[in-house]
């Protein structure tokens, strides 16, 4: 049974029904909420107690941030930020007054580090963590989100309707969170 981070009415599930819980709820916020960093977020928000002003802060790195296409795919964007907010580098170890190796030296530790597992996961799938990388996997080519025609042919071809495109990129992203949370005993 897991543990009390997890929101009482999913308590009942087992591990492997968390992480299909996962895949389907970012699948399904993607398919109506239209954000991959969101939808990822949204969906771990669902499932475990975490403050609500995480699922606005990941709105803007949707669409290969700020919705330009080009950079990291949002829905690894977004796991990245629930990965940080159980892993990140807390306040009191950043300083605006001296350089405190101790301090320093984990950000660059990047063997085993959850969010680096999150970006190996995405490229065993998709050989890539881009925006544009994984829209010509999925569909040939790339679609620029800033031009209101290509945004158009973007949502004919099924980019949040078909399960196979980024509704299965968002589930996928957010099925790993949950995965990397239990396998380090966030979730225990």
């Known amino acids: 049974m897991p543990s009390a981070i997890v929101r009482e009415k999913y308590r009942d599930l087992s591990g492997d029904e968390l992480l299909d819980r996962a895949y389907q709820l970012g699948a399904k916020f993607e398919e109506h909420s239209c954000s991959c960093s969101q ?4 969906a771990v928000h669902e499932l475990l107690t975490i403050d609500d002003i995480v699922v606005k802060i990941a709105t803007s790195l949707c669409g290969g941030t700020a919705i330009q296409g080009l950079g990291t795919c949002g829905a690894l964007a977004g796991g990245i930020i629930i ?3 159980f892993f990140g580098r807390p ?3 950043v300083s605006y007054t001296e350089f405190i190796k101790e301090n320093v030296e984990p950000l660059f530790n990047y063997h085993h580090v959850p969010p680096m597992q999150l970006v190996d996961k995405f490229v065993a ?3 890539t963590f881009t925006c ?4 010509r996997k999925l569909y040939g080519r790339t679609y620029c989100f800033t031009d209101e025609d290509d945004l158009v ?4 071809i099924g980019s949040h309707s078909d399960p196979t495109k980024c509704m299965d990129v968002v589930g996928s992203a957010s099925q790993w969170v949950i995965e990397i949370l239990l396998d380090r005993g966030v979730i225990t």
């Open 125 to 127: 799938k998709h050989g």
């Open 39 to 42: 939808s990822v977020v949204a």
């Open 83 to 85: 990965l940080d907010y």
């Open 132 to 135: 544009v990388q994984i829209q």
């Open 91 to 93: 306040v009191e170890k």
């Open 153 to 156: 042919k973007f949502e004919d």
